[in-house]
Each structure stands twice: as C-alpha cells, then as structure tokens.
C-alpha cells in the first residue's frame, strides 16, 4: 500500500478509523459487550501477537515517514497514533502471550520515542500516551520477571552488566507490619491486611550476588530472593493499587459510593457494588464456601434472564478459581478478605441462589483464600451484620497457579554440594557455620545431592553422614515414594528415571483413591494429586434435582445444572397441554419463554374463512392474505380463478374492497356462420366478433370452371 510517494498519508488515513473505533473508550468500558471486544482483540493480535505487532510496527513506520509539517499540526494523525497507543495496551492486556514476541521491546521504545518527540508542541497527547505506554512497560516488567536483554559478546562472552531491577540500600527484613518476615516459612502467602495498608517500602532483595543480603549462605539466599521476588511479582502493583484505595476511603467515606470507582488499573468491569456475604454454608464436597451477593452491573439489569445467561456463560468474569478482594468499610476502618470462586452457578429457575435468577442482585459461590481464624471471624460478623462492600475481581491472578509454588519454596529444600574431585576436598563447604545453617534451614524436606566421599573428609560432614548411613538415608539414588502406595519404592538416580518411574506424579500401578466428590474409585493411572484434583468422574450420576426429583442424566463429574428431563402433559397459561418440555422450564417464569405447539384456528376478519396456527404465533391480518379458492361467479358463468386474498382486501378507510380477477378460460362458444368455436379468452357478453379461422365453404362458380375444363 505505501508505494506512491502519498502512500503513509494514505495507511494512516484507512488505519484512523478503525484504531478510533476499537480504542474507543465506551467501548473498552462497557460491560455488555465486553466479551465481543476481547473477542476481536483476540484476533487482532494472532498468535503470540504475530498480526499485532508487525502491523503496529508498519503504522509507526507510516507516522514516521508523514512530513514534518503534517505530523505536528495534523489532528487525524495524532488520533491515529493515540489510537495504537492504547490498543497495544488493550492487546497485551487481553492476549497476555503477545508480550513474550521478540519485536515487542523494540516497538515499545519506538513508541516511547515517538511520543517524546510530540512533548514540545502537543504536550497533552504526548503525556497521555506517556501514560498508556508506562503502564505497558508495567504488564510487560510483570510478566516478564527479571528477563533481560543480553549485550554484544566480545571471544563469545557476554558483555552485558546485569543489575538489579530493584532497591540496592541495604535493608534489612521485619518490622514493616506483620508479615514482613525475616523466615520467608513464616511469610502469609496471601498479602495481609496491614501489609496492604503500609504505607513503607517493600522489602526486596537484589538479585546482584555482590549486592549486600542478609543471608550469607548462597543457596539459602537464592531460594529467599526468588520467593520474595516472585510473590512481589504478583501482588506488588495489586497492594499498591488496593491499599491506596483502603487508605483513600478511610480519609473519605463517600469514596465507596463514588459513581465511578477508581482502583489503579483495575477494570471497572471487575469491580462489583453493593457486595456482601449472604450466606454460610458447609457444602458436603467443598468444606466450608460462603455466598457474595452483589448488585447486577447495569447492562443487565433490564435484560431477561437467558440474556443474563449468555452474557455470563460467555464472560470470563468470576470463573471458579479466580481470585476476589472483598473491601469493607464499618465506618471508620476499612477490611479485606480475599475469596476463590467455588462454583459459578448459571441456572435461570427463580429461587436458585446464582448469577442469572435475579434481574437485580447476582451471588457468586466462594471459599475463603487463606485458613486464617481472624478472616473466619471476619467473614462471620460481616454475615450478622449485613456489611456492604465492593467486590473486586483480581484479573489473571488464580491462586492455583502460584501458590504451590511458593509453598514448596518455603517447605522442601534440595541442595547441591557442588564439591566432587579426586583431591576429596570439600573446600568452603568444611565451614562449621555454613553447615549449621544449610541443614537446619528445610521445614519439612531436605536432599542433599554431592559426593559423599569427598565430603567424608571435614569433620563435620563426617559425623552428618555417619548419622545419615546409620538411618539408611544414604545411597546413589533418591528414594521416591508414591504418595498413594505407600510401599512402593521408586528409585531415580537420572533426570530420565523421573519420567519412567513416576510419568505423572505417581507410579505404575492403579489410582485405588475416590474421586474428588464422590465415592467412585479413580480408573486412571496413579498420579500427582492435583491430577486427581482435576479429574472428572466418567460414571453415571446418582443425584436427584432437588426441586423435581428426577434423576440427573449428565456424568457424576460434571454439575447437575438445569433437570433436562422432557416432562408431558404441561398445561400452559393458555389452557393447552404441550408435551416434551425440559424440566426445569416448566416454572412459572420461565414456562412463559416456551412457545406453546398447540394447534388453533382462527377466523379471517375479511372473509370469515378458518386458517390454524400455533397458539404462540400471531397472525398480522393486514398484510396476511387467505388462500381459499374465490367462490364468487364471474358474469361469464364461470368461478373467479382468484384466491380469497386476491380478490378482497381492506380499502384506506377499512371498507372491503372486492376486484376479482379476469377469468382465464377460453371463450368456447360457437360462431353463428361456421362450425368453429371462439378460441378467445373469456370475454363475458361482448360478442365474438369475426370468425378468424380458414373458411371451409366451396363457392358454386368453382365448380362450373371445374366442369367446363373436364369437357375440353
């Protein structure tokens, strides 16, 4: 396209349209179609941005090759380029993988560079952009972690400095509130309430091995850098974001009411009003969960209950797993407790406690996030007291994902003695101090991979395998131990082993464990436990629908939903009786969306003729025309070939107005000077006129001529 020399204008001139459009901020903030937008957002970017970023990087080389003049004093080509600006952001946002494609650093720095170049003369535009373009540094810093671009190599080594990303003063941990802990085994996974409130830098160690830390041993210090830091990856901007808006609130109550609510970059489709725990429950398959019963975001409010259906079967909102903050205020302080949606329950029958029964209120199945006694007791007196509160949903953070991550850094430590020489010479590893503090550092698992026999030789690692080798735990493999077959012993003593001995968490033999809910025995082979966790059972299920009874026709695994049973014989608010209704339509609310098939009959208004119709279909009168045959006579004798509708229809005052049609016979009467038959159209009384057909009558001087001519 850019090939002429106006071929830049011309791009960005058919691009402006559709970047306006799509960066729109009506639409990237309504509710009702959010779904549809992260839909086509999805597209734009391709896999792993490979459509979005290459057409970006086209677009800014456009802009760039504008005239100068053109560029600053054009509005179109500002607009154009605050469009892509923020529908790069929406695309990382919403497609997540597209920030791991290796041109996207460099069209970011392209960006940040265009947009300096507009500070002088378009200062707005320039600090708007400024603004979207910080914020997509920030997804890309926190998905990204502590990535880096690697420099030049100089003889194949790297030239590059690799510094910390983070504060270099040196600091030490605790004190900050209570969970700023020294022991990261001591640290709440789940930010706590104080923590989120305090207003003091986070503790961060850097990850610059000359940097000062306060753990001398490297392994200890590597494992504690690495969970302090991953855990800040993924609350550090949520604290800041959700703390500030606590603080905010306890300065200024109204806040909470406020008709737009403010919370960092937090979607204002993920933040629900008027929230607050409904209800209680000990559910028989999931322990303990409570119900978050919430205003209906505002699209849906007036919508039927199968739009609300679909609106939230296909939103990614609160799906089980996500994570929710729920932010409460009792008039001088304000609280928080995070929830794990539990179960989304989507059933359109009155009276089941879910998202899409209620045209007002919707409620979400949770589980408290944390097994905290003060949270249950929290969770407990904002039931009694019916507090309200806001609702936020933590968009991308599922607890599933992390937290047994850094459970298992705060838990089971396995340690590499990286001494193995023929010398026999454990080096700094013979250190008393070292030891003590590698061996007493593991809560509840630790291995030790190294040479034995070169560690044989300090004194103390001496007396350490001494004790190991009298308890048998000193050998050239480790010892795995299947958590379900407890007497099953696997041995690994390679990378590879894991995978023969143990393919999927488990061994060789069968899972003899019920499944997750119910009494059925596992069928699959043994495995880890959250695979067991994630299995659904294939056997059929024995539940009854509480409202009807029926037996439940799905899989035990899947959830019951609707009772799909076809019930006959359902008298509708019409009289008729229909049959083959699904169960869980035949309430009064919802039997009223079902047509009814009853078959009726209903006179025509114009003629008086019968025509049948489904009794939930209406017939419009005005433009419907009766296909009865006319059973008028024409004046030739004949029936009119017309139909009822043809010939009679409503006149502009709403008299009947009758004009029949022609008749399409032949005429077929005799002629009175011939034998032939008038083959015209029927044309009434009018007369036949000549007879047009050869005349078959032979003249007398014919045949005199005849007759001279024989006698010659």
């Known amino acids: 396209m ?54 970006l990087r086209t677009l800014l080389g456009s802009l760039n090759n504008l005239p100068t003049d053109d560029m600053q004093a054009s509005p179109a080509a500002l607009e154009t380029f605050t469009g892509a600006t923020i529908s790069l952001r929406e695309i990382l946002w ?109 503790y961060l160690p850097s990850t610059d091995r000359d940097q000062p830390h306060h753990l001398s041993d490297t392994v200890q210090r590597h494992i504690d850098t690495n969970f302090r830091l991953y855990r800040h990856d993924i609350f550090g901007a949520l604290k ?36 607050h725990v409904s209800d209680i429950r000990l559910h028989p398959r999931r322990d303990l969960e409570a119900f978050l019963t919430f205003t209906q975001p505002q699209p849906l409010r007036p919508s039927t209950a199968v739009d609300r259906h679909r609106w939230w079967n296909e939103s990614r909102r609160l799906n089980p797993g996500n994570l929710l903050c729920y932010i409460s ?32 209120n919707a409620t979400i199945h949770v589980s408290l996030a944390t097994r905290s006694q003060m949270d249950f007791e929290l969770m407990t007196q904002l039931r009694c007291e019916q507090t309200r509160g806001l609702l936020v949903e933590l968009h991308g ?84 131990c ?11 003593s390679t990378p590879d082993d894991f995978a023969r ?52 026709n799905k899989t035990c695994g899947e959830k019951c939903g609707d009772c799909k049973v076809k019930v006959d014989d359902v008298e509708f608010s019409c009289g008729h009786l229909n049959h083959g209704i699904p169960c869980f339509k035949t309430n009064l609310v919802l039997l009223g969306e079902v047509p009814c098939k009853a078959v009726v009959s209903e006179n025509i208004p114009i003629c008086g003729h019968g025509v049948d119709r489904k009794c939930s279909e209406n017939i419009d009168f005005d433009i419907f025309k009766c296909v009865q045959p006319c059973d008028e006579v024409l004046p030739c004798g004949d029936k009119c070939p017309g139909t009822c509708g043809t010939c009679k229809r409503k006149g502009d005052d709403g008299e009947i107005v009758v004009k029949h049609r022609v008749c399409s016979k032949f005429c077929d009467r005799a002629f009175p000077t011939c034998n032939h038959k008038c083959l015209s159209r029927c044309h009434g009384d009018s007369d036949c006129g000549p007879c047009l057909n050869p005349c078959q009558v032979i003249s007398n001087s014919f045949h005199d001529r005849e007759k001279l001519t024989l006698n010659r």
């Open 501 to 552: 001995v143990s393919p999927e968490g488990g061994c060789r033999l069968l899972c003899d464990r019920n499944l997750s809910g119910c009494d059925h025995l596992c069928q699959a082979r043994c495995h880890s436990e959250a695979m067991h966790l994630s299995f659904s059972c294939a056997e059929d299920c024995e539940r009854t629908h509480d409202s009807c009874g029926h037996l439940c």
């Open 240 to 275: 800041d974001h959700i703390g500030g808006f606590m603080l905010a609130v306890e300065k200024n109550p109204a806040l909470m009411n406020s008709p737009k609510i403010i919370i960092g970059d937090i979607r204002s489709s993920c933040i629900f009003r008027n929230a």
């Open 329 to 360: 205020f009792n008039g001088t302080k304000t609280s928080l407790l995070f929830f794990v949606v539990t179960e989304k329950e989507l059933s359109k029958t009155v009276g089941r406690v879910g998202l899409v029964s209620d045209s007002e």
């Open 397 to 480: 953070v599922i607890p599933g994902t992390f937290i047994p991550v850094l459970e298992n850094l705060q838990d089971i430590i396995i340690v590499s003695l990286v001494r193995s020489n023929k010398r026999k010479d454990p080096g700094f590893l013979k250190t008393k101090n070292r030891i003590n503090v590698l061996l007493s550092r593991a809560q509840h698992g630790l291995y030790l991979i190294g040479n034995a026999e070169t560690m044989f030789n300090a004194p103390m690692w001496n007396r350490v395998i001494d004790l190991l080798q009298e308890k048998g735990s000193i050998g050239r493999s480790f010892g795995l």
């Open 482 to 492: 299947c958590p379900r077959h407890m007497d099953t012993t696997l041995e690994a």
């Open 2 to 55: 850019i090939t002429h020399d106006n071929g830049a204008a011309t791009f960005v001139s058919l691009v402006r349209p559709f970047l306006l459009v799509i960066s729109h901020k009506d639409l990237l903030n309504c509710l009702a179609v959010d779904t549809s937008v992260g839909a086509i957002f999805n597209f734009i970017s391709g896999s792993n941005g490979s459509r979005a970023i290459p057409f």
């Open 94 to 202: 919403r497609e997540q993988r597209a920030i791991f494609h290796d041109e996207l650093p460099a069209l970011v720095g392209d960006f940040e560079e265009f947009s300096r170049a507009l500070s002088t003369q378009h200062p707005t535009v320039a600090f708007r952009t400024n603004s979207v373009l910080t914020e997509v540094r920030g997804m890309i810093a926190r998905v990204r972690g502590l990535l880096h671009n690697e420099g030049p190599k100089v003889n194949g080594v790297s030239t590059t400095v690799i510094t910390s990303t983070f504060p270099r003063e040196i600091e030490l941990p605790g004190g900050r509130h209570e969970n700023d802990m020294d022991d990261i085994a001591d640290i709440q996974i789940l930010p706590t309430e104080n923590e989120i409130k305090s207003e003091r830098k986070e």
